[in-house]
């Protein structure tokens, strides 16, 4: 299907306003030795120099400019989106203040034997960013631990780094609670259940083929024994119920509603906190994500001036002249948040950017939505998983306080590297796509 868009480059210049505000802030602090450089400027702040670039350029007057912007941001997926952040943040923040976290941790660590050092490490951060959403989170709990357990154990420290970054972004990929799947799934307009479904088929394989390569290039030089770590299998129920339930397709908002339930109920049971400490951990899970919730408005609301500005439209035109059909669509989709999350080193920014351009190319094309928002997700995580100045890279360097640096490690990066030729495969595989 070739249909001519009328488009409009000038549209775009908003976003690239925003674009530019944010990764040359970036650039100016890294030269100047800032640690994590690039996260220095709240993204909201950021995109604010481009929403009055937007109200300025184009036609119209400022009120139907506001009414523009307003519809945008009160967009039924942004609202939605929006509010699965904050039941997220709530569910992460009280389970892991119950000792959640510390005792999943602890459980895998007691039972992995020295000699799978590296594919335990991979497992364990895996299983943890996929039951908390987060991988930055899973990085800052192991990262100490991975460090400390190389300089012990004989094995290269840049592989056990490397199979920690790829598990941290296998379970931020598929994780029905991560903020690159609840923007990509709620940009898409499908159902969280259904793009696990067909990631899983990409990212399981690509996740079990690195398990191999990490048994068998990961071995120590000399063995260690296991230590023993304090844990309790209760604390890590919130997780396994959150999990299980929205794989069997329970919605969402009951999902986390009943995670934060239940962590609640156990951290009282076990007195981790009180009734109004729970009731502050709830809160302190929502102002967590203060910043991605502004970010999401504001973006839905510079998109729909963008949009109506002819900016997605001049992409629109520009990518057709690129795309044969349904797999090329979906690899032009892959580059776009491929680079733009190197421009920007936030996958969810870069899933929020793209997603309403991505749905019409998809639209358009007749791409399967699951797959788009599989394909967003997937090329983001990979993206924001080997970028040297990405969060996770420094903070997991951080811990190894300069005895690797990002170049020894990104060579390494097996799992990103095997999960993009596998969704390129699987890009190009189905016979009845064209």
């Excluded at 952040?85 to 005792?103: H, Q, T």
């Excluded at 039951?131 to 400390?148: D, E, K, N, R």
């Excluded at 190319?361 to 997937?378: G, H």
């Amino acid at each position: 299907m070739n249909i001519k868009a009328k488009g409009d480059f000038r549209g775009l210049i908003p976003f690239l306003v925003f674009i530019g505000f944010y990764l040359g802030s970036g650039v100016i602090l890294d030269s100047m030795g800032v640690e994590l450089a690039f996260y220095q400027l709240p993204a909201p702040v950021a995109i604010f120099p481009g929403i009055i670039v937007a109200f300025l350029i184009f036609k119209g007057t400022i009120k139907e400019k506001f009414e523009t912007f307003l519809e945008g941001c009160g967009h039924q997926d942004i609202i939605t989106m929006c509010i699965i952040y904050l039941l997220a943040g709530g569910f992460a923040i009280v389970s892991k203040s119950m000792g959640g976290v510390e005792s999943t941790v602890n459980l895998g660590l007691t039972y992995i034997p020295s000699h799978y050092i590296a594919p335990g490490l991979f497992v364990i951060a895996g299983f943890i960013s996929t039951a908390t959403g987060t991988s930055v989170g899973s990085i800052v709990s192991l990262a100490p631990i991975a460090v400390g357990l190389a300089d012990k154990s004989g094995v290269s420290m840049p592989l056990v780094l490397a199979a920690l970054m790829g598990g941290a972004m296998f379970g931020d990929n598929l994780s029905i609670i991560s903020d690159t799947t609840i923007a990509a799934t709620r940009t898409q307009g499908v159902e969280m259940k259904d793009k696990f479904r067909v990631n899983i088929k990409i990212a399981a394989p690509a996740a079990f083929l690195t398990l191999i390569l990490l048994i068998v290039f990961g071995k120590p030089d000399v063995a260690t024994e296991s230590g023993v770590y304090a844990f309790n299998i209760i604390k890590v129920l919130p997780y396994i119920f959150v999990l299980t339930l929205s794989l069997i397709g329970i919605n969402v908002f009951v999902v986390l509603t009943a995670g934060i339930g239940l962590s609640g109920a156990i951290g009282l049971f076990y007195g981790d906190f009180t009734w109004l400490g729970y009731a502050k951990e709830i809160y302190n899970g929502f102002t967590g994500m203060t910043e991605i919730f502004l970010l999401s408005l504001l973006t839905g609301g510079l998109a729909s001036l963008v949009t109506k500005a002819g900016g997605v439209d001049w992409i629109m035109s520009t990518i057709e002249k690129r795309i044969k059909g349904v797999k090329s669509a979906q690899i032009g989709m892959g580059l776009l948040v491929t680079l733009t999350d190197m421009a920007v080193a936030n996958n969810t920014v870069a899933i929020i950017i793209n997603g309403p351009i991505a749905k019409k190319i998809s639209d358009r094309y007749k791409v399967d939505p699951k797959k788009t928002a599989s394909v967003l997700d997937i090329f983001s995580c990979i993206a924001q998983g080997a970028i040297p100045y990405g969060a996770q890279m420094l903070i997991m360097l951080s811990f190894a306080e300069g005895k690797v640096s990002p170049f020894d490690i990104i060579p390494l990066l097996w799992y990103q590297m095997i999960l993009a030729i596998f969704t390129i495969g699987y890009i190009f595989y189905n016979p009845k796509e064209s």
